[in-house]
């Protein structure tokens, strides 16, 4: 069965670090590949997305993520982070077919100390 | 634009008694989810539809019924709630691969 990793379940920081979120999947095939970002209290928001082309996606709010085929990862970064990007983020892989499920990581808490 | 719409908001359930979680989207997309999140471990697939008239189990499914009679709302039914239910439920829906719309969620305890 596909799934998806998120080996840092807690990332604490201060402000202007520079942020790397790990994620990585199991499957062979083609996938999708998606960053979801939620912030407290709030629904799930899409930061950044993977279908083809350019392994380096840019996002929104200066995320960007890379999608390395060979790792089966794809690894969110931000050179700068603020307060306000304390949030939960999410990994999550679509590996198409009929039903079109999208499979989630466990998730990476985030917080950014002012 | 509603996008996705799930009702209700908050519920608080004694064990053994059941509800329905409605989900609504306007954007006529095929595929519709529900899961459920739980601290630590992500957002799980309850169940799923892939078209009107169809559903089928997610990972978890287990506790758990759903129907999908019109192509606009996915029905996420508990007969008989049990505390492991406690859970943040969202909704989701996709017309492909490529975009899903998630709802606001419910926050569901049960006592």
């Known amino acids: 069965a596909q799934s998806v990793s998120q080996h840092n379940h807690h990332v604490i920081l201060s402000e202007a670090a520079s942020l790397e979120l790990g994620c990585n999947y199991s499957?062979?095939?083609?996938?999708?590949l998606f960053w979801y970002v939620q912030y407290p209290g709030q629904h799930l928001q899409l930061l950044l997305k993977?279908?083809?082309?350019?392994?380096l996606v840019k996002g929104i709010k200066g995320f960007e993520a890379e999608f390395i085929k060979s790792k089966f990862s794809f690894n969110l970064r931000k050179p700068s982070v603020q307060w306000s990007d304390t949030a939960e983020y999410f990994c999550?892989?679509?590996?198409?077919?009929?039903?079109?499920?999208?499979?989630f990581g466990t998730g990476t808490l985030l917080a950014v100390q002012p | 634009n509603a996008g996705v719409t799930q009702t209700p908001k908050f519920r608080v359930l004694k064990t053994g008694q059941s509800m329905t979680l409605l989900c609504a989207q306007d954007?006529?997309?095929?595929?519709m989810y529900w899961y459920r999140q739980d601290p630590g471990m992500g957002l799980r697939l309850i169940h799923y539809?892939?078209?009107?008239?169809?559903?089928a189990k997610g990972e978890v499914p287990d506790g758990y019924n759903v129907s999908r009679l019109k192509k606009q709302n996915f029905l996420l039914g508990l007969e008989s709630a049990a505390p492991s239910q406690t859970s943040v439920y969202f909704c989701?829906?996709?017309?492909?691969?490529?975009?899903?719309?998630f709802g606001s969620g419910t926050r569901l305890t049960v006592v």
């Open positions: 989701a829906s996709s017309y492909d691969q490529e975009g899903y719309t």
């Open positions: 499957y062979g095939g083609t996938v999708n």
């Open positions: 993977y279908f083809s082309g350019d392994p």
């Open positions: 999550a892989v679509n590996v198409g077919g009929a039903t079109n499920k999208l499979i």
């Open positions: 954007m006529n997309h095929e595929y």
């Open positions: 539809s892939v078209g009107e008239g169809t559903t």
